[in-house]
Structures are given as C-alpha cells and as structure tokens.
C-alpha cells in the first residue's frame, strides 16, 4: 500500500469552456439515454424472471415502450391539489432531479483521451477534487431534500409519511455508506476519484508460462468488507426493492410522489433511476478498478488507453444495474422495523469496527514495516473466528437450559382502533376494541402457535359476538 498525493491525477489544465460544457452535456445524455435502456431492461428481465413477453410491441423488442410512456407523462394533465404549498411542491421533484445529476461530475469515465477529429487531449471526467468523496455524500443527501419536501408541501398524510420514512432511511443507510467510503480513502491515501482509481492499477506481479503479469488490486478483494456493506447501503439509499419502503404501495399508495402527476412525477422518476446509475458507478470507481480493464483484457497493451476504458466502465456499471433488476424481481418488501434494525444493529457496528481495522493497518504502515499480507491475515483469521462464535453460540448453552421449554410472555392487549386508523396485532398480542356498548376481545396466537376450536369458543367475548 502505497502513499498517494491528496491531489487529484487527472490533469484539467488544457480544458476550455467548450470541452468543459460538452463533457456536461455528455454526461447529461448518457444518464437521460441509460435511464431510458435501463427501464426497458428492468421490464423486459423482470417479464423473463416471471415467464411472460414483457414491452414487445412498439418498436424492435419493445425499446421504444419507455420513450412513448415519458412522452405520455409530460403530456398528462399537471393536477396540483389546493392544500399543497406551492411553491415548494414544484421546487422538491427539481431538487431532487438535480441533486442526482451533481454527484456524477467527480466519476471518471476513463483516463486521458484525444477528442475525436480535434488535437485536445482531456481526461474522460468532468472534472475532479480533492474531496471528491465528500461531494458525493453532500450530493446524495442533498437529494433526500426533494423527497422530504415533496412529502410535506403535499397536504397529505400518505405522502408525509412516504418522506418522513425516506429521511429516516436516508440517514440510516447513509451513514454505514459513508464508513464504507472512509475505509477506501484511508487505505488509498486520497479521496479523489481519479486517483483511488489509480490505487488500484496495481497488486503485484504473477508468473504465467514464463510472462510477468501485472495483477489489479481491486478494493473490493482487499477490502471486501467495506464493498458488501456498500453494496446493501447503495439499494437502502436509492428505495429500490426490497428497501422500497418510503413508496409502499400497499401501505402509503404512491409514498411522498402520490399527489404528483405529468412532468413533475416524471422528474421523481428520473431522480430514482439516476441515483442508480450513480451509486453503481461509485461502487465501480471506488471497489472495481474504475475505468480500469479487468483480467485477463489488462494483458492488452491498449486496453487501457484511449477510448477503451470507457467500454469496461459502461460493461461494469452494467452489472450492478442488472443487480438491482435481480433484486426487485426475487425478494419481497422488508418491514420497516426489519429494514431499520438491519441497518443500525448490523451495517453501522460492522462498518464502524472494519474502518477501525483499515485505520490500525494504516497506522501500522506508516509507522512499522509491517507486511499488508500478514496483518490482513490475522484480520480476517480475527473476523472469521467471531463468525464461528456468533454461528454456533448456540451450543455453549448447557444442556438443562436448552431442554427447558420457553415460557411464553403474557400476551399485550392492543387497541386497533385507538389512532384512529385499524392497525393489525403483532404476533402474541391481545386484540382488544369497542364495538358499541360490548368489548369484544380475542386473542391472536404467537408465531408457531395454533388456536383450536375450543380455545377459540373460549375466549373473551365471543359470546357477544355470538349474540
């Protein structure tokens, strides 16, 4: 692990106005274009998923079904309801659109390059900082702004709660994210883009049939913690299934976007499909290389030159996106009380203990001529014996204590009705309500339990009912 410089690598001197506005609209057209592809892959593959054709009329293979459904939203009619706040109901959906458009300006699409039928040479990247990073965390919670206020100026108690639940999210995921990001800047020496990028060039050298061989270090393999937390933090930050929970339908219709419709809901839409492009190509950049070619394409002399790299970029982006596909066409939607506890009692405690551990090694290094291999060795022998322990905690509990069977709690009389809203009981609750002059109660079994007959005609008030 080398020391890198806290300024960036890519080298930004040469650029003009002009090369510096197309690179913006580049990079604006590329995310409108792949929203557009990545909508009809997600509808086709979840189609395939569920064994049936998907969009397969307008135009080859149904690629035009996602231009004519925007066309058809910006051509409905713009409904406001009275009792929104106006000014901030149109304002949120553009926060939001913009805010997913700014954290892409620090990606680096590929290294230097010459613009084709000119002699000016640039780096495929808008531009770059030495707090790359950070920007892009003040991007990303600067876009939960929209939905947060696009929720309240609605007027509406489904859309409040839609962006009441999208902050809450936001800020849980958002913080194990950033841990994840603070392990990769510490191990790299740098938080700028371009030059994690460049961290990760090299791991070392092979042998293979009598040729030396450069091998990658991609962070993802050294440090694969960080990227698994990353990865289930990138799904809760951007409500993709299954962590869709602040526009449940189910549960709040549409969410904090219910009472927005045509052009307005469209920019919502965009926001969430840009977010994905985002965060897949920071978890690109930043664990998988970057622009950087893969093994064996790297044994190419030129695959990492030119125009080259922004080909494995695109192909590696790709993937995750095809992931979040995945995702939304196998697991079903957690409960909220799950999708909370998963991330504060396991993502922000594992995150915080590995960048931790990434610190320590860092600290090591620069003060011990400790070798890297050694001490992730003892890390990860540390790591896997906790497993071991957590796995199989349950069989250091005596024999007696296993055999006794667990008694029950006394169940919790539960009102559904006492906000005013019917709320089913958890399991091993007592229901309880007023209906009329007569209490009627019943009792609802804990999980794993059955109800007879007989317990079910003894229960408290049943021959209320009955009458």
Same mark, same amino acid.
């Given at each position: ?38 909508i ?29 459904? %925007?066309?058809?939203?910006i ?34 699409f ?31 919670a ?76 991609? &962070? ?25 929970? $602040? ?7 549409? %969410?904090y &976007? ?16 840009v ?9 690109t ?19 990492? &030159? %030119?125009?080259?790299?922004m ?55 620069q ?8 001490v ?43 906000g ?18 007569v ?20 229960? $408290? ?7």
């Amino acid at each position: 692990m080398t020391m890198l410089a806290e300024n960036p690598v890519a080298d930004f001197s040469d650029d003009t106005i002009w090369v510096v506005l197309g690179k913006a609209l580049f990079i604006f057209v590329f995310l409108v274009v792949g929203t557009i592809l990545m909508i009809w892959a997600e509808r086709r593959v979840v189609a395939r998923m569920q064994s049936r054709p998907g969009p397969n009329r307008f135009g080859p293979f149904g690629l035009l079904q996602p231009l004519a459904d %925007g066309v058809k939203l910006i051509l409905k009619e713009d409904i406001t309801p009275r009792a929104v706040d106006r000014v901030v109901f149109v304002v949120a959906p553009i926060i939001s659109g913009t805010a997913a458009f700014l954290a892409f300006s620090v990606i680096p699409f590929g290294p230097e390059a010459r613009i084709p039928f000119t002699d000016i040479r640039t780096p495929l990247q808008l531009t770059d900082l030495p707090i790359a990073l950070l920007f892009i965390l003040a991007a990303a919670a600067v876009g939960v702004y929209g939905i947060v206020l696009g929720g309240w100026s609605s007027g509406s108690t489904y859309p409040l709660l839609g962006g009441l639940r999208s902050s809450a999210q936001v800020i849980s995921y958002e913080i194990a994210m950033a841990l994840a990001l603070v392990s990769v800047f510490l191990y790299s020496g740098s938080m700028s883009t371009s030059a994690i990028v460049d961290a990760q060039a090299s791991g070392g050298t092979a042998q293979l049939f009598g040729m030396t061989l450069d091998l990658p270090s991609w &962070h993802a393999i050294t440090l694969l913690p960080s990227f698994v937390i990353y990865c289930i933090a990138m799904v809760g930050e951007t409500n993709r299934a299954p962590f869709d929970l $602040p526009e449940a339908e189910g549960e709040l219709v549409g %969410g904090y &976007h219910t009472e927005y419709s045509s052009t307005k809901f469209l920019l919502f839409f965009l926001a969430e499909y840009v977010n994905m492009f985002t965060v897949s190509a920071i978890a690109t950049t930043l664990f998988l290389g970057g622009w950087r070619a893969p093994f064996p394409l790297s044994l190419w002399d030129g695959a990492n &030159h %030119g125009w080259w790299p922004m080909l494995w970029f695109v192909l590696k982006v790709a993937i995750f996106m095809f992931c979040f596909i995945w995702l939304r066409g196998t697991l079903p939607r957690l409960r909220y009380d799950q999708f909370m506890a998963l991330g504060w009692k396991w993502l922000i405690p594992a995150a915080l203990g590995w960048t931790l551990v990434v610190a320590g090694l860092r600290a090591t290094q620069q003060f011990e001529s400790v070798s890297t291999q050694k001490v992730l060795i003892g890390v990860a022998a540390v790591i896997a014996a906790l497993l071991v322990v957590v796995l199989f905690i349950d069989w250091l509990v005596s024999p007696e204590e296993r055999r006794q069977p667990r008694q029950a709690a006394e169940p919790q009389a539960v009102d559904p009705f006492a906000g005013g809203y019917p709320v089913p009981p958890m399991p091993g609750q007592r229901l309880a309500r007023t209906s009329g002059p007569v209490l009627v109660a019943q009792q609802v079994p804990a999980a794993g339990q059955d109800t007879t007959d007989e317990e079910q005609d003894s229960q $408290p008030g049943e021959e209320a009912r009955r009458g």
